[in-house]
C-alpha cells in the first residue's frame, strides 16, 4: 500500500477497534446490570436490541452522509458521539436513563462502518483485500479485549460503570486525534463549512466517476423510461448480513452468560464476572486470525464468493456442538467458532464493494451495517426470551440452524455471480381528444 493508503487505513481501522469495543461492554458486564436494576434477561435484551437496531439502523443516513460530506468527517464525528454517549451511560442513574444512553451509543456507532469501509474501499487501490483485513483485525481487538477491560473495571472499581467512563475518555483522545489527521482529498471536520455544503447537490469525489447504468443513459437519451439493474449476488449478499448479524450479535451478547452458566470452574469462581470476562477474551482473539486470513486471502483467490460459504460450512455444526457440551469441549468448539467465523466480515465487505459502484459505496455498506446490526439486533431480544424459558444452550442451537442456512446462502452468491435483476419503469402520457 502506499503511504496516504496505510495512513487512513489505520485510521479507520482504529475507529473500528473503538466502535466494536463500545457495543461489547454491554454483554461483559450483563449479569451485574441485571441485579443492579433488577432487571430480566428478556427485559436486558430489548433493551440492548433497541441500542442494537439503531446501531444498524444509523447506517443507512451515515452512508448517505458519508457520499455526501465525506468519510473522515463522519468518523469523527461518529468517534466523538461515542465517547460522549459512553460517559453519560457510565452516569445513569437508573434503567429508563441506561436505556436512552445507550440508544444514543448506538446511534453514533453506526456510523463507523459505512463511513470507515467507503473510506478503504475508495481510496486504498492496491491491496485492498488486506486493507479490509486490517480493518477486521482491529475489530477483533476490540471486541476481544473489552470483556477483560470491564470486568477488570467490575473488579477493580466495584462496579460496571467504570467501564464505560474508560472507554469514553479514551473515544474523547481518538476523536481529537482522527479530527487532527489530515487525509489527501478528505475534507477535516468544520461544522460552518458541513451546513453551508448540505444545501448543495452531492458530488462526487474526484476519482470515483463510473460509466452510467442504463438507468442514466436512459434519462439522458430523453426516453421516458428508467432501467435499473441488481446484481442478485448483491441482494444474496444482503439476505446473509440478515443471517450472520443475527449469530454475530447473539453470540458476542450471550457468550459471557454461557460460560458462566456451563463452564464449571467459571460457575464456582469467587468472581464469576471476571473469570468469564477473562475466558471470552480469551477465546475472542482467536477471530484475529480469521479476521485477517478472510482479508488476506481475498486478494489471492479467484473465487471470492466462495469464501463466506465455506465459513459457515465450519461455523453451523460449530455452533450446535457448542449448545450440547460443557466445560473442556465447550471451550474448544468456542475455540473452533471464534478462528473461523471471524473471516465472514471482511470476505462480505470484499463482495459487497465488488458488487456496488463506487460512488454508492457509502449507502451499499450502509445498507449491509443495517441489515447486520439493525435487523440482526433482535438476537438480543430473542436470546433473552430463549434464555429465560429454556436456557442460554437452546439459544446457541437455535443459531447453528441460522448458520445452516446462511451457509446456502452464501452458496447461492456464488451460483447467481453472473445474473441481474432488471427493473423498467416506464412513464406514458395519455393525450385524451374532448
Not at 463506487?358 to 436470546?383: E, P
Amino acid at each position: 500500500m502506499q503511504p496516504q493508503e496505510r495512513k487512513l487505513t489505520w485510521l479507520a481501522s482504529f475507529s473500528h477497534f473503538i466502535t466494536h469495543g463500545y457495543m461489547t461492554l454491554l454483554p461483559a458486564v450483563l449479569i451485574v446490570i441485571t441485579a443492579e436494576h433488577s432487571l430480566s434477561f428478556t427485559e436486558i435484551g430489548i433493551i440492548a436490541n433497541i441500542g442494537y437496531f439503531l446501531y444498524g439502523l444509523g447506517s443507512f443516513p451515515a452512508g448517505y452522509l458519508s457520499d455526501k460530506f465525506g468519510s473522515k468527517r463522519m468518523l469523527t464525528i461518529g468517534v466523538g458521539g461515542m465517547a460522549v454517549s459512553s460517559i453519560l451511560v457510565g452516569l445513569t442513574p437508573g434503567a429508563a436513563a441506561f436505556a436512552v444512553t445507550y440508544a444514543m451509543l448506538g446511534i453514533f456507532a453506526s456510523i463507523h462502518h459505512p463511513a470507515g469501509l467507503s473510506l478503504i474501499a475508495r481510496r486504498v487501490n492496491t491491496r485492498r483485500g488486506k486493507a479490509l483485513g486490517l480493518h477486521g483485525v482491529m475489530g477483533n481487538v476490540g471486541l476481544f479485549m473489552t470483556p477483560l477491560v470491564a470486568s477488570y473495571g467490575v473488579k477493580l472499581f466495584g462496579t460496571w460503570r467504570a467501564a464505560y467512563i474508560i472507554y469514553g475518555l479514551l473515544g474523547l483522545v481518538f476523536a481529537v486525534v482522527i479530527h487532527m489527521t489530515k487525509l489527501e482529498d478528505e475534507a477535516d471536520l468544520n461544522w460552518r463549512k458541513l451546513f453551508k455544503r448540505a444545501a448543495s447537490r452531492p458530488t462526487i469525489p474526484e476519482g470515483d466517476e463510473t460509466p452510467a447504468s442504463p438507468a442514466v443513459a436512459g434519462a439522458a437519451s430523453g426516453k421516458s423510461f428508467a432501467l435499473i439493474m441488481v446484481p442478485v449476488s448483491l441482494l444474496l449478499l444482503y439476505l446473509g448480513s440478515v443471517l450472520s448479524g443475527f449469530i454475530f450479535r447473539g453470540s458476542l451478547t450471550f457468550f459471557p452468560t454461557l460460560l458462566q452458566r456451563e463452564v464449571y470452574f467459571i460457575n464456582i469462581h469467587d468472581e464469576p464476572v471476571y473469570m468469564a470476562g477473562v475466558v471470552t477474551t480469551a477465546v475472542l482473539s482467536l477471530g484475529l486470525f480469521g479476521a485477517w486470513f478472510g482479508g488476506y486471502i481475498n486478494d489471492k483467490i479467484k473465487k471470492p464468493e466462495l469464501l463466506p460459504f465455506y465459513v459457515f460450512l465450519i461455523v453451523a455444526p460449530a455452533l450446535y456442538l457448542i449448545s450440547t457440551l460443557v466445560d473442556a469441549k465447550l471451550l474448544l468448539f468456542s475455540c473452533l467458532f471464534s478462528l473461523v467465523y471471524y473471516a465472514w466480515q471482511p470476505a462480505q465487505n470484499y463482495l459487497v464493494a465488488k458488487y456496488t459502484r463506487k460512488a454508492s459505496h457509502g449507502m451499499g455498506f450502509g445498507i449491509n451495517f443495517f441489515l447486520i446490526f439493525g435487523v440482526g439486533s433482535i438476537a438480543t431480544a430473542t436470546g433473552g426470551y430463549v434464555t429465560d424459558e429454556y436456557g442460554v444452550d437452546r439459544f446457541y442451537r437455535l443459531m447453528s440452524y441460522i448458520g445452516g442456512v446462511a451457509g446456502l446462502t452464501a452458496l447461492g452468491v456464488y451460483l447467481a455471480r453472473r445474473y441481474l435483476l432488471k427493473f423498467n419503469w416506464q412513464l406514458v402520457r395519455e393525450d385524451k381528444n374532448e
